[in-house]
């Protein structure tokens, strides 16, 4: 049976890299699923919390990512959508599963050892290397094994956690019997969608520039700004370089992604307009950024004050109490088989 499921982070709108990499495929994937398919997205508020959160701020965040996942196309009845802090098998289980997992390979982990860098949370105090962001990687296994997900679809920046999770699954069931499931990574194509003013960087929440992404729910003005800022180069053709012209490669893979060109690769759409300028492909790929963003903008408002926000603790209740049963099923196995 194919059980998919993948998570994000509550910390503020998701940008452009976040859905072409992850969230456009989660709603593909429930649109494309035969009703065998169990489809679970989480929203990963205690991976939030591993750099310190505003309280308050969190909460609001988390309201509104639970707004987005509903904006942009997951329907509640399909898929189950729910708060990991909601439901504690994640947790039991990450605490079983750190118990056979290996200290070496989490500290060889890159992830942790840039967070640990981030200096921009505005956190009221120092903290030294946070045992919770080391061990992460742990709670992302439990995520995945508890609903024993045989697909996860993420961007690329997860593989490493997704073989981290693979490694947890085959010593647990080295040591234990043959209980949790090995999942696959599934990358989206558009599996690393780069800043905008650094395009040797991935597109990222934590990048103190805000023009450096784009906001899934940004006005069409904001988009054409920032795209317009975004940094290329002085050549004067168009081409599909993205070692020697990463700027603009990523522009083109954007627009590319987002015309959903099922004909011709990303090199045809560059050859196509290797004679235009530089301002008529930003206004391209601002207008196809416009576009497409736009329906998701007018359906978040929408769900965002649905019900007076009743919807919204609904359809959390309703997601809870499926992922609930969902991890339970195995916590059942997994604590026999440890002997608790
Ligand atoms: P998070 O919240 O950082 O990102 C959510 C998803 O967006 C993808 N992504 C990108 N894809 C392409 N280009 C980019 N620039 C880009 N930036 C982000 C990420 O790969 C991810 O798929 N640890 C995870 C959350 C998590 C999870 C899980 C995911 C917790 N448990 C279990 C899958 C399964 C994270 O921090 O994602």
């Known amino acids: 049976k194919k059980v998919i499921f993948s998570g994000i982070q509550p910390t503020g709108i998701p940008h452009l890299g976040n859905y072409l990499g992850a969230l456009q495929r989660w709603v593909q994937q429930q649109n494309e699923a035969d009703e065998d398919t169990k489809l679970i997205y989480s929203l990963v508020d205690l991976h939030a919390i591993t750099l310190w959160q505003n309280p308050a701020q969190l909460r609001q965040w988390r309201k509104e990512s639970l707004a987005i996942l509903l904006a942009i196309g997951l329907d509640p009845k399909r898929s189950t959508i729910f708060f990991q802090s909601h439901v504690p098998a994640h947790s039991e289980l990450m605490w079983i599963l750190s118990c056979t997992a290996s200290v070496g390979y989490l500290s060889r982990m890159t992830q942790w050892k840039s967070k640990m860098s981030v200096e921009d949370n505005a956190k009221p105090f120092d903290t030294p290397l946070q045992l919770g962001l080391f061990s992460y990687p742990v709670l992302q296994a439990a995520d995945i094994l508890v609903h024993r997900a045989t697909h996860v679809p993420v961007g690329e920046d997860q593989s490493q956690h997704l073989e981290f999770t693979r490694n947890c699954a085959a010593t647990f069931n080295h040591n ?56 290329t180069d002085s050549i004067d053709s168009i081409t599909f370089d993205p070692d020697g012209r990463p700027g603009l490669a990523n522009l083109l893979q954007i627009l590319y992604h987002l015309e959903n060109s ?79």
């Open 176 to 231: 234990y019997g043959q209980v949790l499931v090995e999942p696959e990574t599934v990358l989206s194509p558009a599996k690393r969608i780069m800043s905008l003013l650094e395009p040797q960087k991935k597109m990222s929440k934590s990048a103190l520039n805000p023009k450096s992404r784009i906001l899934i729910i940004d006005s069409s003005e904001t988009i054409k700004k920032k795209v317009n800022a975004a940094l």
């Open 262 to 340: 099922s004909t011709g690769s990303v090199e045809d759409l560059a050859s196509d307009m290797v004679d235009i300028s530089k301002r008529a492909l930003k206004e391209r790929v601002a207008h196809a950024i416009e576009q497409h963003l736009l329906p998701i903008r007018e359906r978040y408002q929408e769900v965002l004050v649905a019900d007076g926000g009743q919807f919204l603790d609904d359809v959390a209740r309703e997601g809870a109490d499926k992922a609930g049963k969902s991890a339970d099923a195995t916590m059942t196995i997994v604590r026999d088989a440890v002997g608790l």
